[in-house]
C-alpha cells in the first residue's frame, strides 16, 4: 500500500482570508503536489463535491418559509403565512371603524411581522392568535375631559368638549353663546378649558365654569367615547341613564322621599311630570338628585318692578270672640323699581344683592282688628234661630213618620247658617240621609245637629260661639230642596226645638 506524505501548514495560515484567497492558495499548493498526490486530492474533492450536494439537496428541501410576529418589539410567536396576521389586524380594526364611523380607531399596540425561512421550522398560529385577542385591543383617540383633576368624561375631540361647554352656559344663563371653535385648542399636550366668561356685552350676563376644567388628549376604549347629547346628559344631572321607581299602593310623595334618601323638594325638581304631588300606582318616577359634574356661575344685574306689600297693624278688641277680626282700613300695596346683584349656580340664586331702590308708590297700612275673647264651650241653654228663613216642616209626625227636627227654607243656596248656642263641634262631614252634617256638642246635656249642608265652614273639635256662621244651605243628602234641617237633643232624646229657641 502506498503511504501519501501531505504537507498540511498552509492550512494553519488560511484564517482570515478571503475565499478567492483561499482559492489562491489552493491551486498554488496543488501545483506543487506530485503526480500520486494530484490523484488523491482529486478523488477526496470529488467526493466532497458529491457529499456537499446531497447535503444541500437535502437541507434545501427541508427548509420551511416562517412568519416571526412581534407586538411592540417584542416575538410572541411563529404563523405559517403573513396574510393570516394581515386578515386578523384588517377585521379587528374594520368591525370597531364599523361600529364607530365618527372615531379614529387603532390599536393599542404594534404588531407586525418578518419573514424568515428555517430548517424544518415549526409554527404556532393557534398561541400567537389567542395570544393577540387578549392583549391586542382597537382603541380610540379622544381627548380626557378633567374636572378638579379627576376624569369624569371622554368625548371624540376637543370642539365636541367646547361646543357642550357652551351649550351648557347657554342653557343656565339664558343667553345664546357663540360657537365654541377656538376656545381650546386640541393638541397632545394638556388644554385647561377657559373658565372666565363668554364673550359679553355690556349688561349681558357674565357666565363662567366654577370648576377647573381641562382636557388631556388619550386613548381609550370605543365605547367610553360619549357623543354631544350623552355628553351634556352627563354634565348636566350626573348620569347618563335616571334611576326609576314604579309607585305602589300607599306610596306617598314623603315616603318615596325618605325611602330613597332624597328631599321632598328634590324629588319635585326631578319629576315636573307630575302636577300638585297627585301619583297613583303605576306611576314611573325618577328618584336620583341630580349631581351635576359642571356649575355654571352666572352672574348679572336685573331690574325689576316690584309690588310693596302694604304693611299690617294688627289691633285687639277684648269684646270679640278669639278667631273672628274686622278690617279697619283696608291699606293698599306700593310699587318700587329695583335693581339686583344676582349670582346663580346652574339655575339657583346663591346670591341676590340689591343695588339700586327707587320707590314708585309708597303702600299704606291695613289694619286690623282681632277679637281675643275666649269662646265658651258651654251653652246658655236657650237657643237662637239657626238661619233665616220660614219653617217649612215642623216637629212630629209626618206622613205617617216621626220628623224628628224642624226644616228652615229661604235663603237660597249657601245662606247661612248660625251656631244655635256655644259649644264644640263634634260633627263635621257627610252622615248618611242628612247629607253634610254638623252636631254641635253644647256641654249641658243638650247636642243641635244641622242637616242638608251644601258647605261646612268648622272642623271637629273647634269651639263656637253663638250666632257664629258654621255652613252654608243646601240640599245635600235626602232631601228635595235648599232648607235646613235643625235638630236639638236632650239627654240622649230628641225634643221640639221650637220649645228652646228664645
Given at each position: 500500500?502506498?503511504?501519501?506524505?501531505?504537507?498540511?501548514?498552509?492550512?494553519?495560515?488560511?484564517?482570515?482570508?478571503?475565499?478567492?484567497?483561499?482559492?489562491?492558495?489552493?491551486?498554488?499548493?496543488?501545483?506543487?503536489?506530485?503526480?500520486?498526490?494530484?490523484?488523491?486530492?482529486?478523488?477526496?474533492?470529488?467526493?466532497?463535491?458529491?457529499?456537499?450536494?446531497?447535503?444541500?439537496?437535502?437541507?434545501?428541501?427541508?427548509?420551511?418559509?416562517?412568519?416571526?410576529?412581534?407586538?411592540?418589539?417584542?416575538?410572541?410567536?411563529?404563523?405559517?403565512?403573513?396574510?393570516?396576521?394581515?386578515?386578523?389586524?384588517?377585521?379587528?380594526?374594520?368591525?370597531?371603524?364599523?361600529?364607530y364611523p365618527k372615531l379614529f380607531v387603532h390599536f393599542d399596540k404594534k404588531v407586525y411581522y418578518k419573514k424568515d425561512a428555517e430548517y424544518k421550522g415549526v409554527t404556532n398560529n393557534r398561541?400567537?392568535?389567542?395570544?393577540?385577542?387578549?392583549?391586542?385591543?382597537?382603541?380610540?383617540?379622544?381627548?380626557?375631559?378633567?374636572?378638579?383633576?379627576?376624569?369624569?368624561?371622554?368625548?371624540?375631540?376637543?370642539?365636541?368638549?367646547?361646543?357642550?361647554?357652551?351649550?351648557?352656559?347657554?342653557?343656565?344663563?339664558?343667553?345664546?353663546?357663540?360657537?365654541?371653535?377656538?376656545?381650546?385648542?386640541?393638541?397632545?399636550?394638556?388644554?385647561?378649558?377657559?373658565?372666565?366668561?363668554?364673550?359679553?356685552?355690556?349688561?349681558?350676563?357674565?357666565?363662567?365654569?366654577?370648576?377647573?376644567?381641562?382636557?388631556?388628549?388619550?386613548?381609550?376604549?370605543?365605547?367610553?367615547?360619549?357623543?354631544?347629547?350623552?355628553?351634556?346628559?352627563?354634565?348636566?344631572?350626573?348620569?347618563?341613564?335616571?334611576?326609576?321607581?314604579?309607585?305602589?299602593?300607599?306610596?306617598?310623595?314623603?315616603?318615596?322621599?325618605?325611602?330613597?334618601?332624597?328631599?321632598?323638594?328634590?324629588?319635585?325638581?326631578?319629576?315636573?311630570?307630575?302636577?300638585?304631588?297627585?301619583?297613583?300606582?303605576?306611576?314611573?318616577?325618577?328618584?336620583?338628585?341630580?349631581?351635576?359634574?359642571?356649575?355654571?356661575?352666572?352672574?348679572?344685574?336685573?331690574?325689576?318692578?316690584?309690588?310693596?306689600?302694604?304693611?299690617?297693624?294688627?289691633?285687639?278688641?277684648?269684646?270679640?270672640?278669639?278667631?273672628?277680626?274686622?278690617?279697619?282700613?283696608?291699606?293698599?300695596?306700593?310699587?318700587?323699581?329695583?335693581?339686583?346683584?344676582?349670582?346663580?349656580?346652574?339655575?339657583?340664586?346663591?346670591?341676590?344683592?340689591?343695588?339700586?331702590?327707587?320707590?314708585?308708590?309708597?303702600?299704606?297700612?291695613?289694619?286690623?282688628?282681632?277679637?281675643?275673647?275666649?269662646?265658651?264651650?258651654?251653652?246658655?241653654?236657650?237657643?237662637?234661630?239657626?238661619?233665616?228663613?220660614?219653617?217649612?216642616?215642623?216637629?212630629?209626625?209626618?206622613?205617617?213618620?216621626?220628623?224628628?227636627?224642624?226644616?228652615?227654607?229661604?235663603?237660597?243656596?249657601?245662606?247661612?247658617?248660625?251656631?244655635?248656642?256655644?259649644?264644640?263641634?263634634?260633627?263635621?262631614?257627610?252622615?248618611?240621609?242628612?247629607?253634610?252634617?254638623?252636631?254641635?256638642?253644647?256641654?249641658?246635656?243638650?247636642?243641635?245637629?244641622?242637616?242638608?249642608?251644601?258647605?261646612?265652614?268648622?272642623?271637629?273639635?273647634?269651639?263656637?260661639?253663638?250666632?257664629?256662621?258654621?255652613?252654608?244651605?243646601?240640599?245635600?243628602?235626602?232631601?228635595?230642596?235648599?232648607?235646613?234641617?235643625?235638630?236639638?237633643?236632650?239627654?240622649?232624646?230628641?225634643?221640639?226645638?221650637?220649645?228652646?229657641?228664645?
Amino acid at each position: 500500500m502506498m503511504r501519501i506524505k501531505w504537507n498540511t501548514s498552509w492550512i494553519k495560515n488560511l484564517k482570515g482570508l478571503t475565499w478567492k484567497e483561499i482559492l489562491n492558495q489552493g491551486v498554488k499548493y496543488y501545483k506543487n503536489l506530485n503526480k500520486n498526490q494530484r490523484i488523491v486530492a482529486g478523488i477526496i474533492a470529488g467526493s466532497i463535491l458529491i457529499g456537499s450536494t446531497v447535503l444541500t439537496t437535502h437541507y434545501v428541501n427541508n427548509l420551511n418559509m416562517i412568519y416571526r410576529v412581534y407586538v411592540e418589539g417584542e416575538e410572541i410567536g411563529v404563523i405559517s403565512n403573513g396574510y393570516e396576521l394581515e386578515k386578523w389586524l384588517d377585521e379587528e380594526l374594520d368591525d370597531k371603524v364599523k361600529e364607530y364611523p365618527k372615531l379614529f380607531v387603532h390599536f393599542d399596540k404594534k404588531v407586525y411581522y418578518k419573514k424568515d425561512a428555517e430548517y424544518k421550522g415549526v409554527t404556532n398560529n393557534r398561541q400567537v392568535f389567542d395570544y393577540l385577542n387578549k392583549n391586542v385591543h382597537a382603541i380610540a383617540s379622544a381627548q380626557a375631559l378633567v374636572v378638579n383633576d379627576e376624569v369624569i368624561a371622554y368625548a371624540k375631540d376637543q370642539k365636541t368638549i367646547n361646543n357642550t361647554l357652551e351649550h351648557l352656559k347657554s342653557l343656565y344663563s339664558g343667553k345664546p353663546v357663540a360657537r365654541a371653535e377656538g376656545v381650546l385648542t386640541a393638541s397632545t399636550s394638556n388644554q385647561t378649558v377657559a373658565a372666565g366668561q363668554s364673550n359679553s356685552l355690556p349688561g349681558d350676563p357674565i357666565v363662567t365654569i366654577k370648576e377647573n376644567v381641562k382636557t388631556v388628549a388619550t386613548n381609550v376604549s370605543p365605547e367610553k367615547v360619549l357623543n354631544d347629547e350623552q355628553l351634556l346628559q352627563l354634565l348636566q344631572k350626573g348620569e347618563l341613564e335616571p334611576k326609576k321607581y314604579v309607585v305602589q299602593s300607599g306610596d306617598t310623595y314623603s315616603s318615596i322621599a325618605k325611602k330613597h334618601g332624597i328631599k321632598i323638594r328634590e324629588l319635585r325638581a326631578i319629576n315636573p311630570q307630575i302636577s300638585n304631588d297627585k301619583i297613583k300606582p303605576g306611576n314611573e318616577l325618577n328618584v336620583k338628585a341630580f349631581t351635576p359634574k359642571i356649575t355654571v356661575l352666572t352672574t348679572v344685574q336685573e331690574e325689576a318692578i316690584e309690588v310693596m306689600p302694604a304693611p299690617v297693624e294688627v289691633r285687639s278688641d277684648s269684646s270679640m270672640y278669639k278667631g273672628d277680626q274686622r278690617v279697619v282700613a283696608s291699606g293698599k300695596d306700593g310699587k318700587r323699581h329695583v335693581k339686583y346683584y344676582i349670582v346663580k349656580e346652574n339655575s339657583n340664586v346663591v346670591t341676590k344683592k340689591v343695588l339700586q331702590e327707587t320707590i314708585l308708590n309708597e303702600p299704606s297700612k291695613r289694619i286690623v282688628v282681632r277679637g281675643t275673647k275666649v269662646k265658651s264651650d258651654r251653652g246658655t241653654g236657650s237657643f237662637r234661630m239657626p238661619a233665616y228663613g220660614y219653617i217649612s216642616s215642623g216637629y212630629g209626625y209626618r206622613g205617617g213618620a216621626f220628623h224628628k227636627g224642624i226644616d228652615i227654607a229661604g235663603g237660597g243656596s249657601g245662606s247661612p247658617i248660625f251656631a244655635a248656642d256655644n259649644g264644640r263641634v263634634v260633627r263635621a262631614g257627610w252622615y248618611g240621609g242628612y247629607g253634610n252634617c254638623i252636631i254641635i256638642d253644647h256641654g249641658n246635656g243638650f247636642r243641635t245637629l244641622y242637616g242638608h249642608m251644601s258647605s261646612l265652614k268648622v272642623r271637629v273639635g273647634q269651639v263656637v260661639h253663638k250666632g257664629q256662621v258654621i255652613a252654608g244651605k243646601g240640599t245635600t243628602g235626602n232631601s228635595t230642596g235648599v232648607h235646613l234641617h235643625f235638630e236639638v237633643i236632650k239627654n240622649g232624646s230628641n225634643v221640639n226645638p221650637m220649645s228652646y229657641i228664645r
